[in-house]
């Protein structure tokens, strides 16, 4: 259920000969990525940002016997593509029930109304109408679920599930598979695609009311 470590920015290619980097943000506001820190790499580094200009950041990594500021372009380029995570305990808490991270619905168990199970939660996308589950499946399609109360009734974190109940489940299917066909090649499905606001780890998502009448990816209309 859900992630430990949540991916919150990636160091880019180095600016200028004093070790500045460009960073790539992922959090809702840019600017906010520097007061998560320390942030962690895949190895266990830490590292603190400090901004210096529009998306241009001093970084400087914290070592067993004190600091040291990254202060030379060769020292930076070793640093590019270097991924920074902050754990999800760091995430504070949304405001409203009815509000969900990404991190906390990616892994998940889908079970349909009778309590079958569907699959897992694979991905979460937003491309602006609206979040929606993509939820794998054993030897099937994937199902693209709009996140409403009335295709998703049941969400309980705590015990890595949530219900589905979508109207029209080959239509979800079949939404599910142009989506998936739309993000091949576009990075990682969470904390990567940039025109995907589910790319915003510490932004919560709202399960709705209600879908939005805008079409889906493909032209197919979202379930109700």
């Given amino acids: 259920m859900g992630q430990n470590r949540i991916l919150l920015g990636v160091i880019g290619r180095p600016h200028g000969v ?6 790539v943000s992922h959090t809702a506001d840019p600017a906010n990525l520097a007061a998560y820190g320390p942030l ?13 200009g529009e998306g241009l950041a001093e970084v400087t990594e914290l070592r067993d016997d ?3 500021r990254i202060s030379d372009r060769s020292t930076a380029e070793k640093l590019v593509n270097t991924r920074l995570y902050v754990d999800r305990a760091q995430l504070p808490e949304p405001d409203d029930e009815e509000e969900f ?10 079970f349909d109304a009778a309590g079958m199970v569907l699959g897992k939660v694979a991905a979460v996308h937003d491309y602006g109408a609206g979040a929606s589950l993509e939820i794998a499946q054993d030897g099937a399609a994937p199902l693209l679920v709009p996140f409403t109360r009335a295709c998703v009734p049941g969400v309980d974190i705590a015990k890595g599930r949530v219900t589905v109940d979508p109207p029209d489940i080959n239509l979800a299917r079949a939404a599910g598979e ?12 969470v904390g990567i695609l940039q025109k995907n606001a589910a790319c915003r780890p510490d932004h919560p998502h709202p399960r709705r009311s ?8 493909g032209g197919r209309g979202f379930l109700p």
Avoid: C, I, K, N
Wanted: aromatic content about 6%; overall charge positive.
């Fill in 101 to 110: 991270y990404v991190a906390d619905l990616v892994g998940v168990t889908a």
């Fill in 178 to 189: 142009v989506e998936a066909q739309s993000a091949e090649g576009e990075g990682d499905r």
């Fill in 40 to 52: 962690t790499d895949d190895r266990g580094r830490r590292f603190t940002l400090r901004w210096r």
């Fill in 18 to 23: 004093r070790g500045l980097v460009h960073m």
């Fill in 66 to 68: 004190g600091p040291v």
């Fill in 210 to 217: 209600r879908a939005s009448t805008s079409p889906a990816v």
